[in-house]
């Protein structure tokens, strides 16, 4: 049995697998007060779904430095198998056109190589890897196997907390899609410009972006949004909901 974690800014999202199967999908919310949470506070959150499963090996992305050393010691206190953090300097089943790997997600690499590997290479073709939480990123892979870098935008609810944040009279609203752009309460308006915003910059920036490459690439989507984009962004080819947890598991077994 895998476990992959991946420690993202709202949550933790594990994943088991069983070989190639992912078995089982949880996500753990922080515990209050994440940057002075210490270990056993993690350990009493994660417990409940390592429970009853052997745990042979573990793949750690993480992109809250204050939440890894917390988890990571935790994970020891509930299983003996070896952990792999995923880091940029890893090898790679591509080559790196980015200027910066040192200001790299690793969330986004992993994401990038588990699309490439399972989408693009087989297939010889480009890819473009969209990963809707928190943030919004996109992930370009070149035919030739070059991972050439991306864009990050503005996810739900970040935009609905920066327009609360900068405003003072516009309310709190749930992060739902209306049937019609035209909102007809200061509530309903909020929720059309957020949230078809969301699926229209998705659309534009994926058409932007397969427009720098050489052919049609597939567009892989993946993370919390990806459901509802998928239903509405034209020229999907594969959702891919939980693409950074098989990444993970991917580039974890093939680690030394």
């Known amino acids: 049995m895998f476990l992959a974690l991946d420690i993202g ?99 986004r690499l992993v994401a990038a190589a588990a699309g490439w590997v399972q989408y693009g290479r087989p297939t010889g073709r480009s890819v473009l890897v969209v990963d809707t939480g928190t943030a919004v990123t996109y992930e370009v892979i070149h035919r030739d196997g070059v991972y050439e870098g991306g864009a990050i935008g503005a996810g739900p609810a970040l935009m609905r907390n920066a327009l609360q944040a900068g405003t003072a009279q516009l309310p709190d609203v749930s992060l739902t899609l209306p049937p019609d752009p035209v909102g007809r309460s200061t509530a309903g308006a909020l929720q059309s410009g957020i949230m078809w915003s969301l699926i229209d910059s998705v659309r534009g920036m994926t058409d932007r972006l397969a427009a720098r490459l050489p052919d049609a690439p597939r567009l892989v989507l993946t993370g919390g949004w990806s459901a509802l984009l998928a239903e509405h962004v034209d020229r999907v080819d594969v959702h891919a909901p939980h693409l950074v947890l098989e990444g993970a598991r991917r580039l974890t077994t093939t680690a030394p």
């Open 9 to 107: 800014n709202s949550a933790v999202k594990g994943g088991l697998f069983d070989g190639d199967a992912l078995v089982e999908v949880f996500s753990v919310a922080p515990p209050p007060g994440i940057a002075d949470t210490e270990a056993p506070a993690w350990a009493e959150a994660l417990a409940p779904h390592l429970e009853g499963h052997a745990v042979d090996r573990i793949g750690l992305v993480s992109v809250v430095p204050a939440a890894t050393a917390a988890v990571t010691e935790a994970l020891s206190a509930l299983t003996d198998a070896p952990l792999t953090r995923l880091r940029v300097d890893m090898d790679l089943p591509f080559a790196l056109a980015y200027e910066t790997p040192g200001t790299l997600g690793v969330d």
